[in-house]
């Protein structure tokens, strides 16, 4: 009996080990930072109000009125004419990409990663890991809840205007290039002026004038949108493919830019 027991618990321990080792194998470098940075946005109480908290909390501004009926229920069926006229989806995508670069900067994110690190910004240095790789884990969690919010918000304009699939399906094509390029220029500020010197986590966000600027960025990009869609007469299709190819590229070359020269930066930070 006593060895039938060894014989069967050693050989219940093999999958174990082999799970395990997948289980590690599979975690790389970005992915590994990545996680740790939004688990920091979640798990602090600062940070979860006033970067997470952020992208959801737009849609929640438009229905709570609608709710409170009166003339707000006029005002919806406005909306829902107004979302279903074809001759409209132009400048609905145009508001889209707009709104979605100015969501995404609001999170402050990617504009106080950096800030966020405050005293330990010594741990950077040290880690086993490039600067690059590093930089793109802070952008990379401010795209993904910046994405995640404006697809709360498509979801609300779904079942409140009942918006058509395509044009749902081209808002959010349109929102991602926004997106990615509002979170490289927030890194690029928060680089160029990191605020490391506070003793409460609301003074590396509330407090942080990186914030401020990148939201400037966002409004002015969704601005610049809505005059062009409206002062070239463009079709949706066609505001769907420039606005992509135009902030695909600004990416693009944003992204090389940090690339190399926020490296520098990052690199340069006492």
Not at 42 to 60: A, D, G, K
Not at 89 to 101: F, N, W
Not at 121 to 144: D, E, F, H, R
Not at 221 to 236: D, S
Request: hydrophobic share 50%; net charge positive; with cysteine.
């Amino acid at each position: 009996g006593v060895i039938g027991m060894s014989e069967a618990s050693t050989g219940a321990k093999a999958p174990k080990a082999r799970i395990y080792k997948d289980a590690y194998n599979k975690r790389t470098q970005l992915s590994s930072y990545r996680s740790k940075e939004l688990k920091l946005l979640f798990r602090s109480p600062v940070y979860f109000i006033n970067c997470v908290m952020m992208n959801f909390l737009w849609p929640v501004f438009f229905i709570i009125p609608i709710f409170a009926g009166g003339k707000q229920l006029e005002a919806l069926g406005d909306l829902k004419a107004f979302g279903n006229d074809p001759s409209k989806a132009p400048l609905i995508l145009a508001v889209t990409a707009g709104v979605s670069m100015f969501v995404a900067a609001s999170n402050m994110i990617s504009s106080t990663a950096i800030s966020r690190e405050g005293s330990n910004i010594y741990v950077v240095k040290y880690l086993p890991m490039s600067y690059k790789t590093q930089i793109n884990a802070k952008v990379q969690a401010g795209i993904i809840l910046g994405l995640c919010g404006i697809i709360v918000a498509l979801i609300a304009a779904k079942f409140l205007l009942y918006l058509p699939l395509y044009l749902l399906t081209a808002a959010f094509l349109v929102s991602i290039p926004c997106i990615i390029l509002v979170n490289y220029t927030g890194i690029l500020i928060d680089l160029k002026f990191p605020k490391l010197h506070w003793d409460n986590e609301q003074k590396a966000v509330k407090q942080n004038f990186n914030g401020l600027l990148n939201m400037m960025i966002g409004v002015l990009g969704g601005g610049l949108n809505i005059v062009v869609a409206v002062y070239f007469k463009l079709q949706w299709l066609s505001v769907l493919l420039i606005f992509m190819i135009v902030y695909t590229i600004a990416s693009i070359a944003l992204y090389n830019i940090v690339k190399s020269y926020g490296v520098k930066l990052l690199s340069d930070i006492q």
